[in-house]
C-alpha cells in the first residue's frame, strides 16, 4: 500500500456523543443532543438525511429507538470522524467499548468486578480481580471489528488491550493467593508472570486469532501499562509474543505515559512488534525535549516504525500545525530515518471534547503536511 | 505495655456515589452541589467508619485531594500544574507540579483542603497529610534555578509556615508522605538538606504529633536517617521490608508498621500481623507503634479498602492479646 511520509493514524477511543450516549440507554435525545447529531451529520455526512430512521431516532421518547443501531451509528460515527479529519489508518473511535479494560474483561472468565479506581482527577476504571483460573467466554470485538471492515473507507487498525495491562490493572487474587507468602515480593513477581501469561494464551490470543480470520491485519496491541513496572518491561514482552505466537497480522505496541528507558532494550524481545507507538507530547515543553528519548531505538539498531505522539491528550489546548511539524522533525532526527514514523495523538483523545480532538486532529494532519514539505525543501 | 494505636496513612477510594457525581459533573448531568453532598455523605460515612474502628487521628479521607501536590500546585505562587505523570508503580497518575520561580505560600490557601474545612471533623481530631519536603522536592519539575538541595530546605521551611498557620486552626497531628527517602535515598549533602529541613518542621510542629510516612519502597537501606529525623514515628511498608532487617539506634521514636496492603483484596492475617509486632517491638524497642496501610488505600476500590481495614481493630486485639502493645 503506497503511503506518504508521516502517514497519520488513530490510536485509540474518542469522546461519545452526547446522542449515542443517550440513544444507547434507551433515553430521549435532548435538544442538545439532536443539535450535535445534526451538526456532526452536516459536517461528516454519516447518516442519509433521508433515511426514516434518522428522523425517527430525532424525534423518538424514551426506549423507542433500538439501541443497536445507535450503536452501530456511533460506529460509523468514529469512521467516518477520523476519515474526515483526514487520518489513513482509522477505525471507530472504540463507540461500543465500555472502556478498554473493561471491554476485553467482561469477556472473560477468572474475574470479579471489585468496584472502581481512580486513575486521575476524576477519571476512573472498573477494576477486577482474578478469582479463578482465567479463561474466555468468547472472543470478543468481533462484531465491532466486522461492521467497521463493512463500513470503513481507510485503512482499519484495531486496537486490542494487552495481557500485561490486563493483568497489571486487574487484582491477581488468584494466582497470587494460592502461592505460600504471597505478600513477598518475589511471591508476587511470580504469581504475576503467571497472571500475564494466563490472559495472554488462554483469552487474547484466542481472540487475536477469531480477529485474523475475520479479515484483520492491523492490531495494536495497547499496553499502557507497560512502564509501571520497571523491572517487568521483560513480562511485557513475553506477554506480548504469548499472545501473538503464530499469528500472521501487522502488530503494533502501544505504551504511554512511562519512562521508555525504563523499558528498552527488554521490549526489543517483542518478536512480533512492527511499531512502537508513543506518546511524547504530553512531556514536550519548552525546557525538555521529549522526542529525543527517540535516539534510544538508534543506539540499540532497532528499525522498527514509530507511532509518534504529537498531540497531548489530557490538555484542551490545541497545538499549532507548526508546532507538530517541529515535534515531526525533531523525532526525524532522533530516529535518524523519517520514513519509519507514523504520527497519532499520544493516546485516545476520549477525554476531550469531540470538537477539541477535532481541532487537534486537524493540527496533525496539517502538521505532517508541513513536515514532508519541511524534509522535502531541504532536500531540494 | 508501649502504647499502639491504629490510623489510616493517606486518601480514602471515593466510594460509587462519588464516582458517579463527578463523572457526571464531567459530563454535565450532574450540578455541583450534587457532587457536593455526594462527597460530604462519603466523609461523613468515613468519619463513622473511622470512629467504629477506633482510628486516632481520624482522616475524613481526603476524597477531594486530585493528588498529594495539587493544593500546592494550585495554590502556591511560583508552582503551576504540570502534566500527567505516573505515582511510582500503579497506575495512577499525579499532575506533576512545575515550579518556574522560588515557591511562595499562600496563606489561607492549604487550610480549604483539609478535614475540618471538608469534614463534620474537629481539627483537634485529624491528622494532616502533607507531602514530605524531599519527596516533594524531588518529584516537582524545577525550572526555578534553585539548587535541588537548597529547594529541599526551602520547601521545608514553607511547610514550617504551613504548619504554623494550621496549629493556629486547632491541627495537632501531621503525617509527611516520604516514598522517596526509601526509593531513592538521599546521601551526603542531600541526606543533611533533609536533616535541615525536618529540623525546620520540628521547630514549627513544637509538641504537636508528626509522623514520616514511607511506602512503596525498602526502609531498611535508609532506616538508621530516618530514626534519626526529629519526628514522633517513622512509617514503613510491610509489603516491601522486612521489619527484622531494619537496624537502629538506642532510643528509637515511634514506629509505623504498614500492614495493610492495597496492591490487593486479599485480607491480611491478625496473628501473623501480631507476631510480627511482638518480635519487632522486642527487638527495636520503640517507644510506641501505629499500625495503618502501607501505603494509601485509593489503590483499591472502596468495598475493598473497607473489607481490609476491618482487618485492623482485629490485629489490635491480637497484638494485645501478646502484651507486646496496647
Known amino acids: 500500500m503506497s503511503r506518504p511520509l508521516f502517514p497519520a493514524q488513530e490510536i485509540g477511543s474518542l469522546a461519545r456523543p452526547r446522542w449515542q450516549l443517550l440513544g444507547q440507554r434507551g433515553a430521549a435525545l435532548d435538544d442538545a443532543a439532536r443539535r450535535e447529531l445534526r451538526r456532526w451529520n452536516d459536517r461528516l455526512d454519516f447518516l442519509p438525511k433521508t433515511d426514516e430512521r434518522l428522523q425517527q431516532f430525532l424525534s423518538s421518547g424514551a426506549g423507542a429507538f433500538p439501541a443497536e443501531t445507535v450503536r452501530e451509528w456511533g460506529s460509523l460515527f468514529g469512521l467516518r470522524y477520523l476519515e474526515g479529519v483526514g487520518l489513513d489508518r482509522v477505525y471507530d473511535g472504540e463507540a461500543r467499548r465500555v472502556e478498554m479494560y473493561e471491554a476485553a474483561v467482561r469477556h472473560m472468565r477468572g474475574f470479579t468486578f471489585e468496584g472502581h479506581v481512580r486513575s486521575f482527577d476524576q477519571k476512573y476504571y472498573r477494576k477486577a480481580a482474578a478469582s479463578g483460573p482465567v479463561g474466555l467466554e468468547a472472543p470478543y470485538h468481533l462484531e465491532e471489528f466486522r461492521y467497521a471492515k463493512e463500513h470503513a473507507r481507510r485503512e482499519l487498525k484495531l486496537p486490542v488491550t494487552g495481557p500485561y495491562t490486563i493483568a497489571d490493572w486487574s487484582f491477581n487474587e488468584y494466582y497470587l493467593g494460592r502461592r505460600p507468602g504471597w505478600k513477598h515480593r518475589a511471591a508476587r513477581r511470580e504469581a504475576q508472570r503467571e497472571f500475564v501469561e494466563a490472559v495472554a494464551r488462554e483469552a487474547i490470543r484466542p481472540t487475536l486469532q477469531a480477529l485474523v480470520a475475520a479479515g484483520c491485519r492491523v492490531i495494536q496491541v495497547d499496553e499502557p501499562a507497560a512502564g509501571t513496572h520497571p523491572d517487568e518491561a521483560e513480562l511485557v514482552a513475553a506477554g506480548f509474543n504469548a499472545a501473538t505466537e503464530g499469528i500472521d497480522a501487522e502488530f503494533s505496541i502501544h505504551i504511554c505515559f512511562s519512562d521508555y528507558r525504563s523499558l528498552f532494550p527488554a521490549l526489543l524481545e517483542a518478536k512480533r512488534c512492527r511499531q512502537w507507538a508513543l506518546e511524547f507530547a504530553n512531556r514536550d515543553t519548552d525546557h525538555h525535549d521529549a522526542y529525543a528519548e527517540l535516539a534510544m531505538l538508534r543506539e540499540y539498531g532497532d528499525e522498527r516504525e514509530v507511532g509518534l505522539g504529537v498531540l497531548d491528550v489530557h490538555r484542551d489546548a490545541v497545538e499549532r500545525p507548526e508546532q507538530v511539524r517541529d515535534r515531526i522533525l525533531r523525532a526525524s532526527r532522533a530516529l535518524g530515518d523519517p520514513g519509519r514514523i507514523w504520527v497519532n495523538p499520544d493516546c485516545g483523545l476520549r477525554t476531550r471534547s469531540l470538537e477539541v480532538a477535532w481541532a487537534k486532529l486537524e493540527s496533525l494532519v496539517s502538521g505532517a503536511r508541513l513536515a514532508r514539505e519541511s524534509l522535502a525543501g531541504s532536500a531540494g | ?326
Not at chain 2, 514553607?158 to 491541627?171: A, H, V
Not at chain 2, 481490609?308 to 492479646?321: F, G, H, W
Open chain 2, 1 to 326: 505495655m508501649i502504647p499502639l494505636a491504629t490510623s489510616l496513612t493517606g486518601p480514602f477510594p471515593r466510594p460509587e456515589t462519588v464516582v458517579a457525581a463527578t463523572r457526571d459533573l464531567d459530563r454535565g448531568r450532574a450540578r455541583p452541589e450534587e457532587v457536593e453532598a455526594a462527597y460530604r455523605a462519603a466523609e461523613r460515612e468515613l468519619v463513622g467508619l473511622e470512629r467504629e474502628l477506633g482510628l486516632l487521628p481520624r482522616t475524613g479521607g481526603y476524597l477531594r485531594w486530585p493528588d498529594l501536590f495539587r493544593p500546592f500546585a494550585s495554590g502556591w505562587r511560583g508552582l503551576e500544574v504540570g502534566p500527567l505523570t505516573r505515582w511510582f508503580e500503579t497506575n495512577t497518575f499525579y499532575r506533576q507540579p512545575i515550579l518556574r520561580h522560588p515557591p511562595e505560600r499562600t496563606p489561607g490557601a492549604l487550610s480549604a483542603w483539609l478535614p475540618a474545612a471538608t469534614t463534620s471533623l474537629p481539627a483537634s481530631e485529624a491528622k494532616v497529610i502533607l507531602p514530605g519536603p524531599y519527596t516533594f522536592a524531588e518529584l516537582l519539575d524545577n525550572q526555578s534555578g534553585e539548587t535541588s538541595l537548597s529547594l529541599i530546605h526551602r520547601l521545608g521551611r514553607l511547610l514550617s509556615e504551613e504548619i504554623r498557620e494550621l496549629r493556629s486552626l486547632g491541627y495537632g497531628q501531621f503525617q509527611f508522605q516520604e516514598p522517596l527517602l526509601v526509593l531513592r535515598p538521599p546521601e551526603g549533602p542531600a541526606a543533611e538538606s533533609v536533616r535541615a529541613a525536618y529540623r525546620a518542621l520540628a521547630d514549627a510542629l513544637g509538641p504537636s504529633e508528626s509522623a514520616l510516612w514511607t511506602f512503596f519502597g525498602d526502609a531498611a537501606p535508609t532506616f538508621p536517617l530516618l530514626a534519626s529525623l526529629p519526628v514522633s514515628y517513622v512509617g514503613i511498608d510491610l509489603a516491601e521490608t522486612d521489619p527484622d532487617a531494619l537496624s537502629a539506634p538506642q532510643g528509637l521514636p515511634g514506629l509505623g508498621l504498614g500492614c495493610i496492603d492495597p496492591r490487593t483484596t486479599l485480607v491480611e492475617e491478625p496473628a501473623e500481623l501480631a507476631r510480627i509486632v511482638a518480635r519487632t517491638v522486642e527487638r527495636l524497642h520503640p517507644r510506641r507503634i501505629t499500625l495503618g496501610p502501607g501505603a494509601a488505600l485509593d489503590l483499591l476500590p472502596w468495598p475493598a479498602a473497607v473489607r481490609k481495614l476491618r482487618m485492623l481493630p482485629k490485629a489490635r486485639a491480637e497484638i494485645v492479646s501478646t502484651g507486646a502493645a496496647g
